[in-house]
Nanobody, 126 residues
């Protein structure tokens, strides 16, 4: 059974840092990414990377603050979040795809992903 389990969310003050983890089980994946959904808003792309980790993609609003990485030996993807802002408050979801992609638009589309985690809450206080 395929599972994606996120961890690392919590409450942090503005300017602080959190590191999210997503442990995958049941199979290995190619593209993996993070999306988020804030209250009253639709889901939005945050970051994604290729199987090798050589290609990374970020939403403009997290560039320079967030870093996505993966450890294929552990079948785990990470999201290091620095300089957090209150507007980063959301439920963060891990997503994984069976296929590799070759364009940023593919990586940033939720339709490109086959499996999703249950989400982890990130709350940034001002």
């Amino acid at each position: 059974q395929v599972q994606l389990v996120e961890s690392g969310g919590g409450l942090v003050q503005a300017g602080g840092s959190l590191r999210l983890s997503c442990a995958a089980s049941g199979r290995t994946f190619s593209a993996m990414g993070w999306f988020r959904q804030a209250p009253g808003k639709g889901p939005e792309f945050v970051a994604a990377l290729s199987r090798s980790g050589a290609s990374t993609y970020y939403a403009h609003f997290v560039k320079g603050r967030f870093t996505i990485s993966r450890d294929n030996a552990k079948n785990t993807v990470y999201l290091q979040m620095n300089s957090l802002k209150p507007e980063d408050t959301a439920v963060y979801y891990c997503a994984a795809a069976a296929h590799e992609y070759y364009s940023g638009s593919d990586y940033s589309s939720s339709n490109s992903y086959d499996y999703w985690g249950q989400g982890t809450q990130v709350t940034v206080s001002s």
